[in-house]
């Protein structure tokens, strides 16, 4: 992988439960890491309706190198951080040689 196509900057998040001020569970999203990435949307996408409103949904592939204290998992997201796109990882590819990763995600449309 060439360092010079690494020109966006994503934060990888996972989802936790955290007590509150009450002491009640509260869920969000905790960044574990950022890394340098290249961000290749695709062609095409989907349009539907979701609670009355018209929701268009894109597909995104996000390539950068392995970390080795980052174990990425489908039930994490990506953000990029000047952007603040949110993206939803739909499956993670790793690379033959083991030293990149790509990751099939969805953006846009509705969140979970």
């Known amino acids: 992988m060439r360092a010079g196509t690494l020109r966006d900057r994503i934060s990888i998040e996972q989802y936790v439960t955290a007590e509150d001020a009450l002491g009640a569970a509260a869920k969000t999203w905790q960044a574990i890491g950022e890394v340098q990435a290249q961000i290749m949307e695709q062609q095409g996408g989907r349009e539907f309706s979701a609670n009355v409103a018209d929701v268009a949904e894109g597909t995104t592939r996000i390539r950068f190198r392995e970390t080795p204290t980052i174990h990425l998992d489908p039930a994490m ?26 990751v099939n995600c969805k953006h846009g449309g509705a969140k979970r």
């Open 77 to 102: 997201r990506l953000v990029d951080v000047d952007r603040g796109d949110i993206y939803e990882i739909i499956s993670i590819v790793p690379s033959r040689t083991r030293n990149d990763i790509t």
